[in-house]
């Protein structure tokens, strides 16, 4: 009878460890994903998770350093002096001002960004200005 409780007992220890081991891992990256997102607003956020996912433009645009694109610090730096319009750009209706000898090589993202809505165009614009310079 005694080695039934103590079996019990073991048992409830033992769940209820692992289930407080769960909580803490949960929590932990939800803090840290809040962590890395929360100097942005909604609609930058909405940006940088378009940039980053079906966009696919962080594979030729890093935040700071020139990849296969210009970085995304600098195309808002050149964007914000010259009162550019990354939307219509991204609509394949404007022209390129930050690096058009390579214009070619980002034209062939326009498929994408033209099925793109509004909201999203101007989120993705908001996304690149929160890395201005
Ligand atoms: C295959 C690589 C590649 C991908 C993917 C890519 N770009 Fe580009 N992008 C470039 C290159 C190269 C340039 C420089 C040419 C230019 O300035 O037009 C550029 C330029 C730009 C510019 C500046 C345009 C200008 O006025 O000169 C913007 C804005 C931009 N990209 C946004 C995006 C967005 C948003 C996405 C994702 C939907 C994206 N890019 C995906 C290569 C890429």
Known sequence: MK???LLFLTLTLFSCKT???KEQITTGSE????GEVSSLTPAQQMGQEIFDGKG??????KPKQKAIGPSIKEI??????KKGDIPTFLKGKGEPI????QYETM???FYITKNFSDEELKAVEAYI???AP
Do not use: G, Q, R
Request: hydrophobic share 25%; proline share 3%; net charge negative.
């Open 31 to 34: 803090s840290s994903a809040e």
């Open 107 to 109: 034209k062939t993202n």
């Open 129 to 131: 200005y929160s890395l």
């Open 3 to 5: 080695n039934i409780f």
């Open 98 to 101: 930050v690096d058009p000898s």
């Open 19 to 21: 289930e407080e081991k």
């Open 76 to 81: 808002a730096k050149v964007y914000k002096e």
């Open 56 to 61: 696919n433009c962080f594979t030729c645009h």
